[in-house]
């Protein structure tokens, strides 16, 4: 069996959970590292019991150049995604993998669909959310219409900054840059960078592009929240009540997330349908003491008078990460369009800035007007 040869640039923290899915595998051969600091990547050569022998770099083109890779994966800051993803385009990958948010602009984005469609890589944008396994489910049951149609989605992410993994000054610099982390004139740590997720959920959820944003920021010790986000669906199909939805970005500063195995952060969404009300408990801490408790299983649905339970998952992060990666690896060896491509990820690029520009404008943004 020929592995497929993967190369990853940015060994960062996010590292140790992007890996996962690679190892223990027999088709996929983890050949090159790169990181601008070698040393960083050594550390993670040893972390995981990679072969010591892979060669590391401190430039990724000089990796794309020497070394005859099938896939790539970019854990890059934000403004480095559009030159690394074309660049690899370039010497014509299989496959790239692109952490969140895909670029900064809806140009750049354009750019980096345009130079994968020319050589043939298929563009992914890596999205682990939707790859937990109790999120799969509640999915599942959405589009097999077991609450009815859809009507309203509201993603609340609870934000602490105690516990959880602890995260080097050097990480968090480049996110203090407004011109490193976009997200408008001020930078956007919260909806731009972690809201991404929630702006990604939004849509696959309901399967419906959004018609209209309009949001609130406040400000707290650098970050660009709390925030509200509410906005309309485009409704391409008929539907039995017109579909909206709302997010939440909100902050426990005082919360101790020490039982939170990665970032001190939560997520809870609330979905309401034709017939029946879905809770979707948990994301990134998923596995704690919130986890064990009887009132805050995976997935609850409401409806026909009854309330229903569904726990039995593997309640950890990780899963999500490996089930991503996995995912990903099929769709690089069998030719197939991942779950968020690059056109799909333009979507949500698209309602995520339409966001940020609500807030700097203070007024409703019509989606179509920004593209």
Known sequence: MEKL??????????FDLNIL??????????????????????????????????????????????????????????????????YAAQKGLKGISVQKPMALTLEEADKMIDACKKSGSILSIYEN??????????KELLDNDYIGDPSSIRIKTALGNKGGWKIPESAELWRKDPKKIGGGQHGSPILFDNGWHAFCLAIWFFNEEIEKVFAW??????LDAPAYVIFKYKQSKEHIVPQYGNMEFVL????????????????????????????????TSIGNKISQSKIFP???????????????????WKFSFINATNYLIDAVKNNKDPILSGTQARSVLRFNLAAIKSVEQGTEIVIDETN
């Open 5 to 14: 040869k993967v190369g990853i640039i940015g060994t960062g923290v996010i």
């Open 129 to 138: 959310f939707v790859f937990a396994p109790h999120i799969i489910k509640a």
């Open 217 to 222: 920021t406040d400000k707290y010790q650098g």
């Open 298 to 316: 995976p997935i609850v649905i409401i409806r026909n008078g009854k309330v229903e339970t569904y726990k039995d998952f593997e309640k950890d």
């Open 21 to 86: 899915g690679y190892l223990n595998r027999d088709d996929v051969q983890i050949t090159c590292l790169c990181n601008r600091t070698v040393e960083k990547a050594k550390q993670k050569i040893e972390k995981f019991n990679l072969d010591k022998n892979i060669p590391i770099y401190a430039d990724y083109k000089e990796m794309l150049e020497k070394e005859n890779l099938d896939l790539v994966e970019i854990l890059l800051p934000h403004h480095l995604h559009a030159d690394a993803t074309i």
């Open 252 to 283: 426990l500063p005082e919360m101790d997330f020490s039982d939170s195995k990665y970032y001190p952060v939560d997520e809870f969404i609330e979905i309401i349908a034709s017939r029946g009300i879905m809770k979707i408990n948990q994301g």
